[in-house]
């Protein structure tokens, strides 16, 4: 039996975990708790600890884990950048979940979109108290509009296939331009320039963040709509806190903050929100905040459940040879180019 810490576990984890664990032998052990420095001896005796995108693995945690012997960090996200895989490599093997649907993650950019831009989310609010007044709820069409879309991988591209439905005209930026993709790349500043909605789909990384900062946002139209379901950290919240107030941001809808960590993905009804920064965002009417769920689907939760079941099936009982694992090279800027024919290190 494969021992395994699944840490952050949320009721909606455990089903598809326990279904696909209990059919190959792999015990995964729930812990509500986030891993950390103060956390990680919860791995003490387990082979492997399976993680979400606010653990924090850092080369702290990652020596405590690997001086407990734990031979495998099996990401349950396709971002990694709450990993230090440099720090990993050479200590413990990192595995992600590539892709599980990105259908999910695209299909609520363009909800939370459409919810922005149709004012679906006050129009709830009204008719659930029997106000049918239509004022200060007037939209616009998306068709006919210009979209930038930042990314163009997995996600990026669905979106953009989605916004193509609604007769919207793509602008695309990517540090890795899909060659005959039919995808009409621009620079980056041009996306800024000439987008009525900007969506962003690329990773966070040194280079990527705060992508979208003061200066970005001088560049943009008047009245763009911001769409973040990728990384907090691609937004300099405060900066676009301030474009809002400017009425220069016409709306921004977001599934993911920087600070998320210790808000996102829990009930904190009944609490004072510590974070002023987001609780003013909060408070905006043109801004809608989902907290982290683009990817909650069933399909997607079973996909995640199954292929990271098989990432620890394929490390342990592969002779740790796994097709989604992630190196130091993984970790840079330039894509790891790999042959997936043997291990990392
Ligand atoms: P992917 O790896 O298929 O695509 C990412 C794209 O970004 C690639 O085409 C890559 O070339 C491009 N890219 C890399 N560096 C760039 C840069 N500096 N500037 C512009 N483009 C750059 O990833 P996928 O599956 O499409 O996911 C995209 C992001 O969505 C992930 O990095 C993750 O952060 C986020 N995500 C969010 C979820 C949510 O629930 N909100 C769930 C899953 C992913």
Request: with cysteine; glycine share 6%.
């Amino acid at each position: 039996m494969i021992q395994v810490a699944l840490y952050d576990a949320k009721p909606y984890d455990k089903p598809s975990f326990e279904r696909y664990g209990g059919l190959h032998n792999v015990q995964f052990r729930f812990l509500e708790t986030k891993l950390n420095e103060d956390t990680v001896a919860l791995a003490k005796d387990c082979d492997a600890v399976c993680v979400f995108v606010n653990d924090t693995v850092n080369a702290a945690v990652i020596d405590k884990l690997y001086a407990f012997g734990v031979k495998l960090i099996a990401l349950r996200s396709a971002g990694y950048n709450n990993v230090d895989v440099e720090a990993a490599f050479g200590k413990i093997h990192v595995v992600h979940v590539p892709a599980y649907s990105p259908y999910a993650v695209a299909e609520h950019a363009m909800a939370l979109l459409l919810t922005s831009v149709r004012r679906i989310h006050k129009a709830y609010n009204r008719t659930r108290e029997f106000n049918f007044s239509l004022n200060g709820l007037t939209g616009f069409d998306l068709h006919g509009k210009t979209v930038g879309v930042v990314g163009t991988g997995r996600i990026g591209r669905i979106f953009i296939d989605i916004c193509r439905g609604f007769g919207m005209k793509v602008l695309a930026y990517d540090r890795f331009p899909a060659k005959d993709s039919g995808i009409e790349y621009v620079p980056l500043d041009e996306i800024f320039e000439n987008s009525d909605i900007i969506s962003l789909h690329c990773p966070l990384t040194g280079e990527t963040r705060h992508m979208i900062d003061a200066a970005a946002i001088e560049k943009m139209k008047k009245g763009v709509v911001i769409v973040n379901t990728s990384r907090g950290g691609l937004i300099d919240a405060e900066a676009l806190l301030e474009g809002i107030k400017a009425r220069k941001i016409g709306a921004a809808c977001l599934d993911v903050y920087e600070e998320e960590a210790d808000v996102f993905f829990e009930d904190r009804s009944g609490h004072i929100l510590n974070d002023d920064l987001l609780s003013r965002l909060i408070s905006m009417p043109n801004v809608i905040v989902t907290s982290h769920q683009a990817f909650l689907t069933e399909e997607a939760l079973n996909n995640i459940a199954e292929t990271t079941v098989n990432n620890i099936l394929s490390y342990f009982n592969n002779d740790g040879i796994c097709d989604n694992e992630l190196c130091y090279r993984c970790g840079n800027i330039e894509r790891c180019r790999r042959e997936r024919k043997e291990r990392c290190f």
